[in-house]
């Protein structure tokens, strides 16, 4: 009976110790995760930027999880980034007429319209999500980020962001801290599966 015990214990320890020893890769493509691939590669130019919405606003709000240490637990926090219509500018430079070549009827209906979505209670980009969420190990509310399209014309759209080479430093170095304790855990606990296996 200790050995049946002992070897449901090395096999608990075996697969808790593969967690841990794959989530430093996993998490880079974990979908709604950390994001860094994409963000990565639209930092270094990648994607297109002139047709992409613009980001109004970024709310965060904290996720704490973990033990509580002497520094306080663990925490990322959750930015949800409100996008906007597209800019729009014509050849000259200059905001284009939104009312051009209309009857004084239609102008006087296309303002009560953009009128009437200003008051709606969030933004609708037609055919496009509204938000943009990213977990960030710091606050970054109230900084506004430049976006990039990553998906092809015709694909659904996909948007990396663009803060900055300093916050975008902090991310892969919060992930590696993180990555390289998870794996030194899932190396111990896989390291403790194959010992107990072996003994018992």
Request: aromatic share 10%; glycine share 12%.
């Amino acid at each position: 009976m200790q050995r049946v015990i002992y070897r449901v214990l090395a096999v608990f320890l075996a697969a808790s110790g593969l967690i841990g020893v794959v989530f430093p890769i996993g998490a880079l493509f974990m979908p709604g995760g950390l994001m860094l691939l994409p963000d990565t590669r639209a930092f270094l130019g990648a994607g297109r930027a002139d047709v992409v919405p613009t980001v109004r606003s970024v709310h965060c709000s904290p996720e704490s999880f973990g033990s509580r240490l002497r520094n306080g637990p663990m925490r990322l926090w959750d930015c949800q980034l409100v996008l906007g219509p597209a800019a729009t500018r014509s050849a000259s430079g200059s905001a284009p007429d939104p009312y051009a070549g209309m009857t004084q009827e239609q102008a006087c209906a296309e303002f009560q319209r953009r009128l009437d979505s200003l008051a709606a209670p969030t933004v609708q980009t037609p055919g496009e999500s509204a938000t943009l969420g990213r977990r960030l190990p710091f606050d970054r509310g109230g900084e506004l980020p430049s976006l990039r399209r990553m998906s092809r014309d015709g694909a659904p759209p996909e948007y990396a962001t663009v803060w900055g080479w300093r916050e975008l430093a902090s991310r892969w170095f919060v992930w590696g801290g993180l990555g390289l304790l998870m794996f030194a855990c899932g190396a111990a606990a896989l390291y403790a599966a194959r010992v107990g296996w072996r003994r018992y």
